[in-house]
């Protein structure tokens, strides 16, 4: 079964780092994208960007680019999404996302990551 | 930026027929797609490429697309398929989602 399984919810103080993780399974993990969405609470889908574990190749939405860092292990089928300096701002879930070998839409999703940041 | 425009809302009655748009500067030469997403639960992926519909989803899911606005339509509508939808498509090597639907089964 092709799954992606994310890292648990992490409560931070404003200023703190992270790094939040999405392995995946069921498939070769280096051929296939990796996409990152945010979705703050009671709101909608936000496009933050992808990277292609084949050669960390990574793309950003403005939106996000200079403010999160995307990184994979292949050795170890994960991907990483990482913050150097917290907000509260930052509060939101967080899901990892496949897009499918033949068309351009993710198909396959992780169950998401709960991200807060509180003083 | 590009922006996908959605209705906030939808409301429809079981049995009967919704209908979502979602609107965008040039979304015509795009392929879009659509997600479905209930409470508490990650994206389901149930148009790509503008009509298609990957394997599971049930029949009365369709979508279509005339100039730069892209419909998806549940026919038949089941109370299950209360949930919000999203429309998505690529600008310049990224993606955009639309600004998401709320879909009350009356």
């Known amino acids: 079964e092709v799954q992606l399984v994310q890292s648990g919810a992490e409560v931070k103080k404003p200023g703190e780092s992270l790094k939040i993780s999405c392995k995946g399974s069921?498939?070769?993990?280096?051929?296939?994208?990796i996409g990152w969405v945010r979705q703050m609470p009671g709101k909608g889908l936000e496009w933050m960007g992808i990277?292609?574990?084949?050669?960390?190749?990574?793309r950003y939405s403005p939106s996000f680019q200079g403010q999160v860092t995307f990184s994979v292990d292949k050795s170890i089928r994960t991907a990483y999404l990482q913050w150097s300096g917290l907000k509260a701002s930052d509060t939101a879930m967080y899901y990892c996302?496949?897009?499918?070998?033949?068309?351009?839409?993710?198909?396959?999703w992780g169950q998401g990551t709960m991200v807060t940041v509180s003083s | 930026s590009y922006d996908l425009t959605q209705p906030p809302s939808v409301s429809v009655s079981p049995g009967q027929t919704a209908s979502i748009t979602c609107s965008g500067d040039?979304?015509?030469?795009?392929?879009s797609c659509w997600y479905q997403q209930k409470p508490g639960q990650s994206p389901v992926l149930v148009i790509y490429?503008?009509?298609m519909r990957p394997s599971g989803i049930p029949e009365r899911f369709s979508g279509s697309k005339s100039g730069n606005t892209a419909t998806l339509t549940i026919s038949g509508t089941q109370a299950m398929d209360e949930a919000d939808y999203y429309c998505?498509?690529?600008?310049?090597?990224?993606?955009?989602f639309g600004t998401g639907t709320k879909v009350t089964v009356l």
């Open positions: 490429q503008d009509t």
């Open positions: 998505q498509a690529w600008d310049t090597n990224t993606g955009v």
């Open positions: 069921g498939y070769i993990f280096s051929n296939y994208w």
């Open positions: 990277i292609y574990p084949g050669d960390s190749d990574a």
């Open positions: 996302a496949r897009p499918s070998a033949t068309f351009d839409a993710f198909d396959i």
């Open positions: 040039k979304l015509g030469d795009k392929d």
